[in-house]
């Protein structure tokens, strides 16, 4: 492939772009490796992530479907399409496996709320510190989630992805919230 002032000069944005119009694989979607290492930095110049003449650089990524894409989007673009399934796959991955997990902390919490107030017992070192670990991985992997969606930057003509991506955010601060006042609950309790 060849770029505007050289190899040198070129960035990963550039080289997606390229690749995007060999393929027609969205930018939004699109996972490029060299060398085993997955390339994350658009701005980064194609040297910089170890990108160079002759050098193999891996796609990953899915051609979509026009008609799921006039389906899904407001704007009939694949790139809004693609911003859209970026956002899906963080939210589904808590709907999926974390509620379940909030939903066990809030039952452990709850129970030993109850046992502390009712029979005056201490709660044990072992389920404590059990306590403690699940309300701090549950606030973990919903910030860790809250990242994920900041880094999702949708155009202003992409309303579908921006609705989409204001509504994550709202179930993911929601959960979040909700767990926060779990383990304010548990401090209480553990004391």
């Known amino acids: ?55 193999m650089v891996e796609l990953n990524g899915e051609l979509v479907d026009k008609h799921e894409v006039d389906q899904q989007t407001s704007s009939g673009n694949p790139e809004e399409y693609g911003l859209v399934k970026r956002i899906s796959s963080i939210v589904d991955g808590l709907s999926d496996e974390l509620v379940g997990d909030i939903d066990a902390y809030e039952v452990l919490v709850l129970e030993q709320q109850q046992r502390v107030t009712t029979s005056g017992i201490k709660i044990d070192e072992g389920t404590k510190k059990k306590i403690q670990d699940q309300g701090i991985y ?54």
């Open 138 to 191: 549950c606030s973990e992997r919903l910030m860790q989630a809250l990242i994920r969606l900041d880094g999702v930057e949708c155009p202003m003509e992409f309303d579908t992805a921006r609705q989409k991506r204001r509504e994550s955010v709202r179930f993911t601060q929601k959960l979040l919230d909700r767990v926060d006042k779990l383990r304010g609950t548990a401090r209480s309790i553990i004391i």
């Open 1 to 55: 492939m060849d770029f505007p002032g050289g190899l040198h000069e070129a960035s990963v944005k550039d080289l997606k772009t390229k690749c995007k119009e060999l393929t027609d694989v969205p930018i939004a979607t699109m996972n490029l490796k060299v060398s085993g290492a997955h390339i994350k930095d658009d701005t980064a110049t194609l040297e910089s992530v170890g990108v160079h003449s002759y050098c």
